[in-house]
């Protein structure tokens, strides 16, 4: 009977406990339970307020870009009637630019001569030779880009274009390099035509290398250069379509003048004040230099250093014996004119002009100054461009 109610009592007390930690098991069940219950409903209650905020901030967002949509659409028009005005403007100037030509500075031979009547006296005054320099001395400056004109897109991306004031034809190097070029009777004459391909073609004697040439006087003035050679400056003549002279130039090597334009090794420019090269001495040469040729001989009368710098320069212009350096990067931002030089020291340096250019495309390959229309002739990644340039005069110091 005793060992029966051991067991009993065992069975019981074990029993008990059993159900003790059951009910705490239980317990904590329902405590974990309670706790994600409360995690699940802050998390519902961020949820729903995330997600007013959203809409909340798209609804902002798309007032917005309609306000934008609405402003864009109004400064488009505005936009459209400023480019009709100024389409307009141009028009009216090309009118009255076609009613005055405007004046070049020439001698009285350069004059006489364009009217077919050279006659010069072989005696002169003081007061003419004076009157003379006055006239030959050009005292203009470059003072901003007046407008742009995009004539048209063809040929190669790198090229050149010039006009010839005496016979108002115009020249075409179409690349880099080559035995031709080719020949419009006119400005018109080219916008007008479908290619290069339509127009005369005129083969050289020899290659010329680079968009560095020009026409001056009736001539066609090039650069030429072969493999191991120097430099030479090769003088053709348009109308008999013969070379009438060559010269070597004296440089150390064959460096690029401008960085950014490696195929131009020298660059031929001519203005008022006569022929001019701008040229590179050596690839550790760091600025660009300036020789003043003799037009008739190709010999060189006096030589500069610019102190203008060959990196980052894509090309430049002279302007009455004034040298414009225009400057790029090599990823392809705005061109603008960031260093002067004057050989005649009459250009200071606070009314040097810093001018950007209004460009659309890649790097000029060369730009070329006519003197008698006051613009320039320049070449952007295949297109051909006509830059109206506003003039005002030197500060005589």
Request: charged share 25%; with cysteine.
């Amino acid at each position: 009977m005793k060992p029966l109610l051991v067991f009993l009592v065992s069975t019981a007390w074990a029993f008990t406990r059993g159900q003790y930690y059951y009910q705490e098991l239980m317990n904590y069940l329902e405590n974990r339970m309670l706790a994600i219950e409360d995690r699940m409903e802050l998390w519902n209650e961020q949820t729903h307020r995330y997600h007013s905020e959203l809409k909340e901030f798209k609804k902002l967002t798309a007032e917005t870009m309609n306000a934008l949509g609405k402003d864009h659409s109004l400064l488009l028009k505005d936009l459209e009637g400023a480019a009709a005005r100024v389409d307009h403007v141009e028009r009216e100037m090309d009118y009255l630019e076609t009613q005055t030509a405007p004046r070049a500075c020439a001698n009285k031979a350069d004059k006489v001569l364009e009217q077919g009547a050279w006659s010069v006296e072989e005696s002169r005054t003081d007061e003419e030779e004076e009157e003379d320099w006055e006239e030959v001395h050009c005292v203009d400056i470059l003072s901003s880009i007046r407008s742009v004109k995009i004539l048209k897109r063809v040929g190669s991306p790198k090229g050149m274009w010039i006009r010839d004031p005496r016979s108002s034809k115009v020249y075409v190097f179409n690349g880099t390099r080559g035995h031709s070029i080719y020949q419009f009777s006119s400005v018109l004459d080219f916008s007008s035509s479908p290619g290069v391909n339509h127009s005369r073609q005129i083969q050289l004697p020899s290659v010329w290398m680079g968009p560095g040439s020009t026409v001056y006087n009736g001539y066609l003035y090039y650069i030429q250069q072969e493999a191991g050679t120097e430099v030479q400056v090769v003088k053709y003549d348009l109308l008999s379509g013969s070379v009438t002279d060559t010269a070597m130039f004296p440089v150390e090597s064959h460096a690029p003048v401008y960085t950014l334009n490696p195929e131009t090794t020298a660059d031929l420019a001519a203005d008022d004040e006569g022929l001019w090269l701008l040229y590179a001495n050596s690839d550790s040469e760091p600025n660009i230099n300036l020789a003043k040729m003799d037009p008739a001989t190709l010999d060189i009368e006096e030589m500069w250093d610019t102190r203008c710098p060959r990196e980052n320069a894509e090309a430049a212009f002279i302007v009455c014996g004034t040298v414009y350096v225009v400057y790029n990067t090599r990823l392809a931002s705005r061109s603008r004119v960031q260093c002067v030089f004057d050989v005649n020291d009459m250009v200071l340096s606070e009314e040097a002009p810093l001018l950007y250019f209004p460009r659309r495309y890649g790097a000029h390959a060369s730009l070329k100054y006519s003197p008698e229309e006051k613009q320039l002739y320049a070449w952007d990644d295949g297109y051909q461009i006509l830059y109206r340039l506003t003039m005002k005069r030197k500060l005589l110091v």
